[in-house]
């Protein structure tokens, strides 16, 4: 008798292809640079300024940083926060509403994102994304839920 | 419109179900057995029950000449021949696969059966007359994840299949010897068995739960984890597609979907009611939805279970009835697992038959 306990032998770790790595199921996406969401953030910032935060809304959901980095991406989190804390929670319904349904989902995701940061529950913020969260989904459905858990671009 | 026909089969989940051509038999896949159930025009009878698998049958399919085939997570596939006396005469599918089958489905012309599974490749089955039984041939490349379904082109040749990595692909299954020559179609020309014909994948990467070819066969359609359903209309061989779209819903991931007519798709999954979307080359869109709980005022008939009697007793303490707070209003009552076309008229699906976790084959007139 050997040692071994053959039947517990875990044969696929001897089978290359016998996994996929998060990197190989990631559909195409497009590839990121750093600065131009630099720009886009100072893009954001200037609209804010200027009080059209709907504008803003748009332009900072627009272009997720799908091929991103974790430091771009964490970056451009920053800025979507920044709309979304600059917002009267009176006014979130009909932001929502302008949205199309691909920038809604990509709002969840950043709902979500916030959330698990350390930014999103500091200083009061976790109350205002509960109340997009909230104020999102009585607009759109479970649909975006749904595709923040299942989908593989991460924002 | 006439009411839907619904048969309570139980309470364990139903993993798929297949009618026969006319209709008098029903095969139900429910944990490691096929329960068969004779269709006299009135009433669904309990039939013989084909119990030779020893893990979970998770998918059965019944040819237009009534031979059943069903796989499942014991790595088989068993081909069911009808005898004189009734009675069913299993034949083991040569398979080779080392994971779980996922799903089986007949060729159209039903010289053939294509077996999806979790190692990685889809199982071409056919019949060796010389040595009386049923060998397989392997479609691997370039597959590299669990295959969750499978459906036959028209012309019996042509193969797509939906994966867990979230490509839908359209392979060739021409076997030599087996099948005759195909005519040329747009997924190509020359078809040697394993031509990759088409890759598609789906912009969120989610699971392909169910892909369809269009009655004419020169569209796929499937839909993904991701509550989308997307329609591709190839570009002819080596070309890029003519045209995707994909439309995402407000709604719970769809399991399981079939083509009504070349414009129109039913499909039916965790919101356990069917939908259906129309559209053309130029676009698809969501256009109404079947069973819908909020047209359905009345509640739908459950069942007393003493489980659910004792539970209300010990959470509320009240043995007055039960409290009807956990019943859909829904006739499926629980995920919807299978979507099949039931009857024909012309070219367009006039009724689809449906099957889910609760137990239930439902039929909807359309």
């Given amino acids: ?155 | 419109m006439s009411q839907p026909t619904v048969l309570n089969l139980g309470h364990q989940p139903i993993a798929d179900h297949s009618f026969s051509a006319d209709h008098s038999l029903l095969a139900v896949a429910c944990e490691d057995n096929v329960q068969l159930y004779n269709n006299d025009g009135k009433s669904f009878t309990p039939g013989i029950v084909l119990g030779d698998h020893d893990k979970s049958v998770t998918s059965i399919d019944i040819s237009p000449s009534g031979r059943i085939v069903t796989c499942s997570q014991d790595r088989n596939a068993l081909v069911w021949e009808p005898q004189a006396d009734s009675s069913y005469k299993p034949t083991l599918v040569l398979l080779r696969i080392n994971r779980a089958a996922t799903f089986v489905r007949w060729s159209p012309d039903e010289t053939k059966f294509a077996v999806g599974s979790g190692a990685r490749a889809i199982a071409v089955c056919y019949f060796e007359e010389e040595n009386d039984w049923w060998v397989s041939k392997h479609i691997k490349k370039p597959i590299r994840s669990t295959i969750l379904s499978v459906t036959w082109h028209p012309n019996s040749v042509l193969i797509a299949a939906g994966s867990t990595d979230g490509h839908a692909r359209v392979f060739s299954g021409y076997i030599k010897g087996v099948d005759q020559k195909p005519q040329p179609t747009i997924w190509g020309e020359r078809l040697p068995f394993q031509t990759l014909c088409g890759d598609f994948v789906n912009h969120t990467g989610a699971w392909i739960h169910d892909v369809a070819f269009s009655p004419s066969g020169d569209s796929i359609a499937y839909c993904a984890h991701d509550s989308s359903i997307t329609v591709v209309y190839p570009g002819g061989a080596d070309r890029p597609p003519q045209a995707i779209y994909s439309v995402n819903t407000s709604f719970l991931p769809f399991k399981s979907l079939v083509w009504l007519s070349n414009n129109e798709i039913i499909t039916a999954g965790h919101d356990c009611h069917p939908y259906i979307f129309s559209g053309n080359e130029n676009g698809w869109e969501y256009t109404a939805s079947i069973d819908d709980p909020a047209d359905n005022t009345k509640e739908q008939s459950h069942e007393n279970s003493a489980l659910a009697l004792f539970k209300q007793m010990d959470l509320k303490g009240s043995d007055q009835g039960l409290s009807t707070d956990y019943i859909l209003k829904t006739i499926h009552q629980n995920t919807i697992n299978t979507i099949r076309a039931f009857t024909h008229s012309g070219d367009k699906v006039t009724s689809v038959s449906t099957s889910g976790v609760d137990g239930k084959v439902v039929i909807f007139p359309l």
């Fill in chain 1, 1 to 155: 008798m050997s040692e071994i306990n053959w039947r517990r032998i875990n044969i696929d770790q001897y089978d290359p292809d016998s996994f996929m790595s998060a990197e190989e199921l990631l559909p195409p996406v497009p590839p990121v640079v750093a600065a131009d969401y630099a720009n886009l953030a100072q893009l954001v910032r200037g609209l804010l300024s200027k009080g059209d935060i709907s504008q803003a809304l748009i332009t900072a959901l627009e272009n997720p940083p799908y091929g991103g980095d974790e430091i771009v991406k964490a970056s451009h989190l920053k800025t979507v926060l920044e709309v979304l804390t600059a917002t009267k929670s009176s006014d979130i319904t009909s932001l929502v509403e302008s949205l199309s349904q691909e920038q809604q989902t990509t709002l969840i995701k950043y709902l979500y994102k916030g959330m698990s940061s350390i930014l999103g529950q500091s200083n009061g913020n976790a109350g205002i994304l509960l109340t997009w969260f909230q104020k999102t989904i009585d607009t759109t459905g479970s649909g975006p839920i749904v595709r923040h858990i299942s989908d593989r671009r991460t924002v």
